[in-house]
């Protein structure tokens, strides 16, 4: 995590002011340059800016301050700033801020993106977003088909499919009798409309057809979900084995995690399965305070390393120093100073899937250097960049603008681990390889369930796979447009670009 201290973090932002670019910029409009609108006023540096031109230039500010291949790209150079009348031109060109933002990422970047709505990124960053429960993989019936067959993955409890007729290891291949395609999938599972009803299926020889029934589901705005899917304790012949399914990376969620950890501690368990196979990253900071329960022993010890563009290195380096970019195991919660209930493990049984992301590899990474990692399942997805929030103050006070609610979530760092280790773009490997078979899931927290199966067998000593070569395999998954915004490793701090305050 970036551990700020609250005026650390107050510190780095008036720095980052004071270094950048000081000049005096046109006054920006909706209106062309031409336009009277744009004579600059050459006694004071703010700018008037109006429309979607003031979200442009935030979004400039914003990635040519922080983007982490900010000197790679061309037009995100601090050159831009250097002729007023061409920045002005610039920002006049590019007036759709979305557009903008997208043909300045860098060829590399697969995950920054922008957001409208700065209370709904807000929310997606805690588990917060509009759902009836069921999370579900979307893929092909079959390779080069048009059709499209959804597959429940699990049920989110206290949701409005919780309950009813619907569970793990179900099918669907049709929305309110339409049957789902590559064309309209998007519209009929993730349009505007709250309620809807899956017309479900079942494998029959090879293949799936409709059984008849249809679950009415309702989709509650503002649903918090809770990342710890399912914990217990399982008897095996290693002993007393934790296991716990975690989803989602949540800053404000590590106190109901340390308290788990706590009381898998009294039970006395000796070894943990901690099951990631379908959690896109999150919080770095409760990426650290989970690494920090399943050790302990390595309290102050460098468990990261965060490499940031070298405009910003060589700032904070300067007034900081460079012990600024380590993140190290800690004995306490960075939000109440609880102490960390830690299992001093020596070793690990982490499940991952093609859909681990980001700080599930940071976990896995960072703990590598210090006990044994045994990751079992198929190779993650190879995310080892983090990214913060950008909002667009209008002043120094932390005053979000009035004008508009876009917020940019763009990536500003790679984070290694303590051997400088960052290189898996392509994944991490698994030790012992088993893709997840969708037409054979089985029961979460099951010891038959053929993942933690293959887990436990391997803390026992045998390292026996439990399943064969799976019937569907998971090239033919289609990615969830709403759970990819998720998929992330962010810092735990939000800051922003000042306009007009070069």
Known sequence: MLH??????????????LISTSCKKEALTDETPSAETTNLDTDDTAISLEGDLQISDFVWEGLNQYYYWQEEVPDLADSKISDDK??????????????FFESLLHEDDRFSWIQEDYEEL????????????????????????DEVVGYVKYILEGSDADGKNIQRGDFFTGVNGTTLTRSNYADLLFGDELTYTLNMATAEEGALVGNGINVELTKEENFETNPIQLSKILETAAGKVGYIMYNQFVGEK??????????????????????????????????IE????????????????????????????????????IDRFVDALDENEEAINSLNLERIAIITTSESASASELLINGLAPYIEVIQVGEQTVGKNVGSITLYDYIDNNDTKNPDH?????????????????ADYTDGLEPNIA??????????????????????????????KRTLKKPTHPRALLINDPLLSRI????????????????
Request: charged share 20%; net charge negative.
């Open 4 to 17: 700020f201290l609250p005026n650390k973090l107050f510190l780095l932002l008036i720095g980052l002011i």
């Open 86 to 99: 061409a920045y002005a031109q610039f920002i006049n060109e590019n007036a759709d801020p979305v557009d």
């Open 122 to 145: 807000e929310n997606l960053l805690q588990g917060i977003y509009a759902t009836n429960g069921v999370e579900f993989g979307l893929t092909l019936a079959c390779s080069g088909c």
């Open 254 to 287: 590590s106190p109901e995690l340390n308290q788990l950890f706590g009381e898998l501690k009294s039970q006395g368990i000796t070894e943990l399965v901690l099951d990631l196979r379908y959690n896109g990253g999150g919080s770095v900071q409760n990426c």
């Open 290 to 325: 989970l690494a920090s329960m399943i050790t302990g022993q390595f309290n102050g010890e460098v468990f990261s390393k965060q490499q940031w563009n070298s405009k910003l290195e060589t700032f904070i380096t300067d007034r900081y120093g460079s012990d600024y970019f």
């Open 405 to 421: 609610k876009y917020a940019m979530q763009p990536i500003v760092l790679k984070i290694a681990n303590k051997n400088d280790f």
């Open 434 to 463: 088993l893709d997840e078979d969708i037409r054979a899931l089985g029961i979460l927290g099951d010891a038959e369930e053929p993942l933690l199966a293959t887990a436990l067998n391997a803390l026992n000593g045998t390292g």
């Open 487 to 502: 998929k992330g490793m962010h810092l735990d701090v939000t800051l922003g670009s000042s306009q007009g305050k070069r």
